[in-house]
């Protein structure tokens, strides 16, 4: 058995508001394995960039981590003053964000903000940073590296500046990155291409990735193993191959169902009545009770957690065997 | 009937909302509200509840003449906070004083609000050459202390003027002169707002129907731009007295037969080295608490509106 | 680069021909040029003959680029109220003001900028709210009422400070300077404080704000992620983007306090042009009223068009043109 890199228990993160405490993420748990594509899916809201955010310890105020531990190669880092999560954050842990234009400071240009990182988590010499910074941005694509090191971020395409943004990440070789919608700003046809890139680098640089994103075509492309989000709580995990094509969890079904696809024909696509509830709305029970086809009383009573569903794991009472008896 | 139910329901959603809430829970605010409020009950009942009548020469006695406030041993109770130079009771001067300084800010405040809105929506709906004139000149205005333009609409008025109705028409000069420096910050942001509602799909539906475009401007429009106009005229009524304030201190304001609070304050400077304190510090404390308020109050409004803080 | 000057150089010529064909029309019709320069019993025919001569019958064109040439050479008419060329006015009163603005415009920056830079890193300490308090205070109190108060304290009640005027001033060629001499420097200490104290709590608050939506932009989250140090972050990255707008900003209030200085002249009967203005509107002094405002709006598009090349200068994202690398 192989050790995760990363190991998030029970995480709850909670908003101070004047109506009261909203709970945004509700104990949610999950491991990641050395060099693994863990794809977190689902939809805007549902607290998967917050979940990112607090693993890098980046989580705004007035949000806080409310309970829950976090271990990071066997180290807990939930709880670590900021000092000492900033050597970790860029070293070992990494994070890109969704729009490249405002990831990068249009003042500096993209030399010194490499060079900048990796002076701060290394001991080379300028020269020796400046040599690195340029053979990563060969590395991620850029032409021209040796010249276009001193442009400025307005110089660069969209997608241009997206790699850049992942070769600043990877830059000083942390063992995970933290993907939050890396594609959502690009276009169409850049997107496969970024997409790529992640893959190949982080296999070859043994990186471990969490790729955050509502968009499943994504997921589909490069995870191995996948978890769906709703209203703050995991409700399926598994590997991708078993998640897309025989999922659990009556949501995942919908959204599965949801992707146009190019391999088989269909009547329609499927639409899942209704919409997610917001924060001071959660049902008591599963948060899907109202919108799934197949509730029943305890659903509405009580709250699912991850059953055992072979392949996968699902939170959905439909999955407790003493239940299926008293059907 | 309907109305009053109307105007009940409306007042319920303002005291349920976001608004009312963050005013409540701002005491400052609250603090602020309610200084400015006294200010203009007392300005504007300044004949009732003033002492003395400081305005009528008739009633003032030579003799009363730099009186020091009642604390004093050489003070009276009947001049509460002393007189000045010329016998005028300070605290009902203050009042009567604050009756001109409101009077002046919010007239002028009014006047370039008027003349900014219209410009704003003109220039924001039509676009094209007449847009482009107005931002223009715009432009050009800005440039220039609001101060200055207002010293130079002065200047100009009363050299055009003779020089008897000087007296009468000097607090209507100031609003004019006050007003026209003012509207450009008023016009931009409406013409700014003006051009994000132009595409919105009631706009479109009010041409469709054939509506009016002055109808669209003033009655569509206008009323969701309202939000920032608000926090532009709370923080201009703040310039607006200020610069009446500085305008009468400079001379070139309200005369000293009638004095508003700046001009007292004109007065009282040659009398500091006489030690007649009073006249310069009182005038000036109440100026400084009804700007402090109403920049209070206009900071309050303007976090308390801005959707990208909600 | 060079297109831009030339066109704003260009702009600049425009405002300032606009300026003088104000100028001239207060200078020509308000009021009577003639009757302002005659005694009592000058007779009509007299008066006429003036005119004449001084060729206030011919076409409006030519008086308006007689008007332009004499101004272009410096010769400004003769003050109403002091019988003196205009000129020579201004040249005696220029240095008081331009050495007491450009003090208050130091004073302004050299506080301002920090007091700004640290409430906007650190809002909620105790002296971020001292100092929120102190640019309340300055933006309520007029400046007036700011300089009497001065007076009242330091120059009469504990007699340090003078209570008027310039002090002892030494001439270097045309110039005069008060700067050189103790009693000078004492004089201008009060003065700039007043004057400057308005632009310190512009400058104050505007460094505030920008400095707050700096820190809350992306790039600045993501230099977090990459484990930069506060210092990097804070001073490297945000410092730098805040002081782009705030110096431009800056530059252009430098004008405004030369404007401003009107006040302060009034109030430490300080001998410069502002004052000299002041009492040209209370006795209707055209030719002084029409050069002031010559020189003044001469002074702003001079400023403006310095700001603004600086401003191309140091943002390179309007420096370079973009060169788009393909995806």
Not at chain 2, 129 to 141: H, L, S, T, Y
Not at chain 2, 176 to 189: D, K, M, P, Y
């Amino acid at each position: 058995m192989v050790e995760p890199i990363l190991k998030v228990e029970h995480l709850r993160i909670e908003f101070d508001t004047r109506r009261g405490i909203l709970v945004a993420v509700d104990d949610v748990s999950f491991d990641i394995l050395p060099g693994e594509v863990f794809g977190i899916v689902g939809e805007s809201g549902a607290g998967k960039s917050l979940t990112g955010q607090s693993i890098i310890g980046l989580l705004e105020p007035p949000g806080r981590i409310g309970a829950g531990e976090i271990y990071l190669k066997g180290r807990r880092i939930d709880q670590l003053p900021y000092h000492q999560m900033r050597r970790i954050r860029g070293k070992k842990i990494g994070m890109i964000f969704q729009d490249p234009l405002t990831s990068l400071n249009p003042l500096y240009t993209i030399g010194k903000q490499l060079t900048e990182t990796i002076l701060t988590h290394t001991e080379m010499r300028p020269d020796e940073a400046r040599r690195h910074a340029t053979d990563l941005l060969d590395e991620v694509g850029i032409p021209a590296a040796g010249k276009r090191i001193d442009h400025y971020p307005h110089q660069f395409s969209g997608g241009m500046r997206q790699r850049v943004v992942i070769a600043l990440a990877l830059c000083v070789k942390p063992s995970l990155i933290i993907a939050d919608e890396p594609t959502t700003a690009l276009d169409v046809s850049i997107q496969a291409q970024i997409i790529a890139l992640l893959k190949r680098l982080c296999a070859e640089h043994d990186t471990a990735v969490i790729l955050i994103t509502h968009d499943m075509g994504v997921i589909a492309e490069i995870s191995d193993r996948v978890a769906v989000m709703y209203a703050g709580r995991l409700v399926e995990v598994g590997n991708v191959r078993d998640v897309v094509k025989n999922p659990k969890h009556p949501y995942s079904l919908g959204l599965m169902g949801s992707i146009p696809s190019l391999h088989h024909q269909a009547e329609e696509l499927t639409q899942i009545e209704g919409a997610m509830p917001r924060l001071m709305e959660i049902p008591p029970g599963c948060p899907f009770n109202p919108r799934c086809p197949h509730a029943f009383d305890r659903c509405r009573r009580q709250r699912p957690d991850l059953l055992d569903t072979e392949p996968t794991r699902a939170a959905c009472w439909l999955y407790d065997h003493e239940e299926k008896h008293g059907q | 009937m309907k109305s009053v139910v109307r105007i009940q329901n409306s007042l319920h959603r303002f005291f349920d909302g976001d608004i009312w809430y963050s005013f409540k829970k701002s005491k400052v605010t609250i603090i602020a509200a309610c200084v400015t409020a006294v200010f203009m009950l007392a300005a504007i009942a300044a004949p009732l509840i003033a002492p003395h009548t400081p305005f009528d020469p008739a009633t003032l006695d030579l003799m009363d003449a730099s009186t020091p406030p009642a604390w004093y041993e050489d003070g009276t109770a009947k001049f509460l906070l002393g007189t000045d130079d010329q016998g005028r009771d300070i605290f009902s001067t203050i009042l009567y004083g604050s009756r001109i300084s409101i009077f002046v800010g919010f007239a002028s405040m009014v006047l370039a609000m008027t003349i900014g809105i219209t410009l704003g929506l003109i220039s924001g709906y039509i676009g094209g050459a007449v847009e482009a004139v107005i931002m223009r000149i715009a432009d050009v205005q800005i440039s220039f202390p609001a101060i200055l333009t207002a010293m130079l609409i002065y200047g100009v008025a009363f050299s055009l003027l003779p020089n008897e109705r000087h007296e009468d028409l000097v607090v209507w000069v100031l609003v004019l002169a006050i007003g026209l420096s003012n509207w450009v910050n008023f016009a931009r942001t409406v013409r700014g707002s003006t051009l994000v509602e132009k595409n919105k799909e009631y706009v479109q539906a009010a041409r469709v129907i054939g509506r009016r475009p002055t109808t669209i401007m003033f009655r569509h429009i206008l009323p969701n731009v309202m939000g920032p106009v608000l926090v532009i005229a709370t923080i201009g009524l703040a310039i607006a007295i200020l610069t009446e304030a500085t305008l009468s201190f400079l001379g070139v304001g309200v005369p000293p037969t009638k004095p508003s609070l700046g001009t007292l304050i004109r007065i009282g400077q040659d009398f500091l080295f006489a030690g007649e304190w009073w006249i310069v510090i009182f005038p000036g404390i109440a100026l400084a608490s009804l700007v402090l308020a109403v920049n209070l109050l206009g900071d309050w409004m303007r976090d308390a509106l801005n959707p990208k803080l909600r | 680069m060079i297109a831009l000057i030339i066109r704003r150089i260009f702009q600049s010529f425009i405002v300032m021909l606009t300026v003088a064909l104000v100028a001239f029309t207060l200078f020509r019709y308000v009021g009577d040029p003639v009757s302002q320069m005659v005694g009592q019993e000058t007779s009509i025919a007299d008066m006429e003959r003036m005119r004449e001569e001084l060729g206030l019958n011919d076409p409006v064109i030519v008086q308006f680029a007689r008007f332009a040439w004499n101004t272009l050479q410096g010769k400004f008419g003769i003050s109403y109220r002091l019988g003196r060329p205009v000129n020579e006015l201004f040249v005696e009163r220029l240095p008081a003001t331009l050495e007491l603005s450009l003090i208050a415009a130091l004073f302004s920056i050299v506080v301002g900028i920090p007091m700004g830079v640290y409430t906007g890193l650190y809002p909620d300490r105790v002296l971020s709210k001292v100092f929120q308090a102190i640019s309340l205070i300055g933006i309520s109190l007029p400046t007036f009422l700011i300089g009497i108060l001065l007076i009242l304290y330091f120059g009469v009640i504990l007699g340090w400070l003078p209570t008027f005027g310039r002090g002892e001033v030494v001439q270097l060629g045309w110039w005069s300077t008060g700067l050189l001499t103790v009693s000078g420097l004492k004089a201008i200490i009060m003065p700039a404080f007043t004057l400057g104290m308005f632009q310190l709590t512009l400058i104050m608050r505007l460094v505030r704000s920008e400095m707050m939506e700096v820190l809350r932009t992306d790039y600045i989250k993501f230099a977090r992620a990459r484990g930069l140090t506060n210092r990097a972050v804070n001073f490297g990255h945000a410092l730098k983007n805040t002081l782009v707008p705030v110096i431009t900003i800056t530059g252009l209030q430098i004008g405004s306090i030369i404007a401003f200085a009107i006040i302060t002249e009034t109030v430490f009967q300080w001998p410069g042009m502002g004052l000299l203005f002041l009492q040209a509107i209370q006795f209707a002094d055209i030719p002084v009223m029409s050069t002031y405002l010559i020189l003044i709006a001469f002074f702003f598009v001079v400023i403006n068009l310095i700001v603004d090349i600086l401003y191309h200068v140091v943002d390179p994202r309007l420096r370079f043109d973009k060169a788009v690398a393909a995806g």
